[in-house]
């Protein structure tokens, strides 16, 4: 059997990070495998790059200009079907094809002509929507049925709205397939058979983290920082914006009670600049281990996120031995339960705020029932479930 990821990036980012795992695992167990991806640099022995970041640029524009999303590259996947064609697959696991990497017709005419055995992993609603992987803040059901006038076409098209050719031509495209559909949230897998492919298997499988990385540790984050008298509130996120509460944790900054402090970790500078001086903003770390510590300073983790198909950040701190607060928002409210976290509706920041203060009052949740939940998400287990439904 051999078995081929296809993927924008490889060990790098969360789905690159699954993808290098997965490999792993199968050459571990002697199956041959490889990833194909478009961006990036990687130095894993089995990761292919199948063209390079002036084209992905150029892609890019094209989509912009043309409002085609994901209809562009030809000349790069010409290269992408040569690389599959030399290897012969038995096998094909998608994940992230919205990276301007390929063009889906030609890639799924191909797929189809050869009758390819495919898994696809879905990290966001992209696949079964004109333009758009979210659209929760949108508050759009078009997709349900067909998309057209969409009102987030300006992040995808400088000019033309194709939202409603481009979903006809995906489901199109994605139908009639040997395929199974994998989504890490049943949040996520709810909207699959709502959409077009609806009548595909779907499985799901969570997301997992590295347990022997994200665990409870000594930390004098509190002693360097000044904080060994408050009760220390994080959010952690990569792009703070509306999508992930920014303006959520600036209205908790003038509530909360005086001796409550807000840290946030991975600002830029434009984002510190916009915060209340009494929120602690942190810019974005590649040490996990450092990460790790000021999760277990922390009294409570918040994740005030308006879209989200499954956090990993509300893993890695309950294995770090923090509650999660966090609004009900996609698959977030899945990842706790009533040993380790508070869910509440999204965007009721007064239920938040209450949800807050019943943790900082009670000191209802245990270390250790907050490190036993995460035990449930352990990336290991959860990489394995992708190599055992190749069987």
């Known amino acids: 059997m051999k078995i081929v990821q296809l993927n924008v990036t490889c060990g790098s980012g969360s789905t690159g990070k699954i993808c290098l795992a997965v490999s792993e695992l199968l050459w571990q167990r002697g199956v041959e495998n490889y990833i194909l991806y478009s961006e990036g640099q990687s130095d894993y022995k089995y990761g292919i790059k199948y063209t390079d970041e002036m084209h992905i640029k150029l892609e890019a524009l094209k989509s912009r200009v043309l409002g085609n999303y ?5 000349a790069v996947t010409k290269k992408l079907i040569a690389r599959l064609d030399e290897i012969g697959p ?7 094809l919205h990276g301007h990497g390929c063009n889906l017709e030609m890639l799924f ?26 659209f929760d803040m949108a508050g759009c059901e078009k997709w349900q049925q067909e998309c057209h006038s969409c009102s987030q076409k300006g992040e995808y098209s400088f000019f033309f709205d194709k939202s409603e050719k481009l979903h006809k031509k995906k489901k199109e495209l994605f139908t009639g397939l040997d395929m199974t559909i994998i989504t890490p949230s049943q949040w996520l897998a709810g909207l699959v058979k709502k959409s077009f492919l609806g009548g595909y298997e779907v499985r799901v499988i969570n ?22 008298d408050k009760f220390l509130i994080l959010g952690v996120a990569f792009n703070w914006d509306e999508r992930k509460g920014i303006d959520v944790f600036t209205e908790l900054s003038r509530t909360l009670p005086k001796d409550c402090r807000i840290v946030l970790v991975g600002t830029s500078r434009a ?11 942190i810019d974005r770390t590649e040490n996990q281990q450092e990460l790790s510590e000021i999760y277990s300073a922390a009294d409570v983790f918040v994740n005030a996120t308006r879209e989200d198909t499954f956090p990993t950040v509300n ?9 999660v607060v966090t609004f009900d928002t996609g698959g977030s409210g899945e990842i706790i339960d009533e040993s380790c976290g508070i869910k509440v509706p999204k965007n009721d920041t007064k239920a938040l705020t ?9 000191r209802l949740f245990a270390k250790e029932s907050c490190r036993k939940r995460a035990e449930q998400f352990r990336a290991g287990d959860k990489f394995l479930e992708y190599v055992d439904i190749y069987k």
Do not use: M
Request: charged residues 25%; glycine residues 6%; contains cysteine.
């Open 354 to 362: 209450d949800a807050i203060l019943h943790v900082k009052e009670s």
């Open 70 to 74: 994901g209809f562009n590259s030809k």
């Open 90 to 96: 038995d096998i094909v696991h998608l994940h992230n």
């Open 315 to 323: 893993i890695e701190a309950l294995a770090c031995g923090t509650p």
């Open 271 to 281: 984002v510190k600049s916009s915060l209340p001086s009494d929120i602690l903003a």
């Open 207 to 228: 997301n997992g983290i590295d347990l022997d990385v994200f665990k409870v540790r000594q930390s004098t984050f509190r002693e360097k920082n000044g904080l060994d």
């Open 109 to 134: 005419t191909y797929f189809k002509k050869k009758n390819i055995r495919l898994y696809w992993t879905f990290h966001d609603c992209w696949a079964f929507t004109g333009y758009c992987p979210h």
